[in-house]
């Protein structure tokens, strides 16, 4: 599974660790993914959704609703 957000997609970013002597090495950030459990009350059911805090702050703005809506007319499976 990779480290992917599933409401924004977010994913890890990649660039240089660059110390004093500006010898540059790659790295990684990885994205805050959180394992959260959403309740849907028109299927009444819980969703086990992947996302980032940043995909927190979306559901927490749209409505659990509407962020499972946009995500199946994408075409994700829920």
Known sequence: MSRTC???????GFGNNVPWSKQKTRRKWNVNL???RYYL???GR???LRVST??????DRDGIEAVVARL?????RI
């Open 6 to 12: 599933e409401v924004t997609g977010a994913g890890p």
């Open 34 to 36: 959180q394992h959260k």
């Open 41 to 43: 009350p028109s299927e």
């Open 46 to 48: 819980h969703v086990r």
């Open 54 to 59: 940043k995909g927190i702050k979306v559901i």
């Open 72 to 76: 199946r007319a994408e075409g994700k």
